[in-house]
């Protein structure tokens, strides 16, 4: 377990910090580690193509909001990969073209080696890159179809990329008709002001969330220009989600909520 500590300069010549991905394994599971107690990531080792972690698994709610004829198509960007969950999965399961964006080589060096991540090839692609500058580079405006944010450090307090600035270049990413979900973790001070960040670029019509898991994960869903059908439309999507990849999305309908009135309150407070 090292805790050796190592920077990459990124494009504008600021330091950024990162440490050596260390392993676990428990009960059948691998655990990927920035060094620390914090979970950054987990893998089933006799299912390695299934969701293991629940947050992760929630991650996907975005799938709700898509037309099941237009599910697997376009692009899937993750910032932050994690243990390559929702990129294998993104790749395998819904073979759509997939772009994984991480600042730190050790983590991809590790999904490579011990968390079955495969190879680049014509539609798949990790980028050691920082998630930040990616973003902003406007080649990349329009792209995403799927954008998946899970940006925290070894010390897990808060999301490294959290401003609105960040979250403007996010919208920028989506195509129309896009959907991003960001994981936001920790106390629920910390849940409203990045929620209220994210719903004042999207706009509050936008923006969704899923009650919290029992860790303490809650996950929102911001869209860009998205037509929210009718109930009876998203459970029929819920039930084919269940049935085609075996993911809990009834439950997910049952768990999604409008923004909290504290998050409305922040919006209009910063307006």
Known sequence: MSKDRD????????????????????????????????????????KPEKLELEYVQRMMAWMLWRDTRELTQGQAVQLG??????????????????????????????????FHLPDDDDRFRVLNEDAGEWVADAANWGTAQVLNVDLYDHEAAAPVLDDEAFYA?????????GLMTVNLFGRSASFARSAARIAKVFGSD???HLSPTREGNTI??????????????????????????????????????PLPMNVIQQIREQA
């Open 7 to 46: 920077h990459k300069k990124n494009k504008g010549g600021r330091k950024t910090e990162w440490v050596e991905a260390t392993l676990s394994e428990f009960d059948g599971v691998r655990f990927l580690h920035l060094d620390s107690i914090w979970v950054q990531g987990a893998m089933r080792i006799k």
């Open 81 to 114: 990969l994690g243990a390559g969950a929702l990129t294998r999965f993104c790749r395998k399961q819904l073979k759509m073209k997939t772009t994984a964006v991480e600042l730190n080589p050790t983590v991809i060096s590790a999904c490579r080696h011990w």
């Open 169 to 177: 270049n996010c919208h920028r990413v989506l195509a129309d008709g």
């Open 206 to 208: 936008q923006v969704w």
């Open 220 to 257: 929102v869903v911001a869209g860009r220009g998205v037509t929210v059908p009718e109930r009876e439309v998203l459970e029929q999507r819920a039930a084919n989600i269940e049935a085609r990849h075996e993911l809990p999305a009834s439950k997910w309908l049952k768990l999604v909520r």
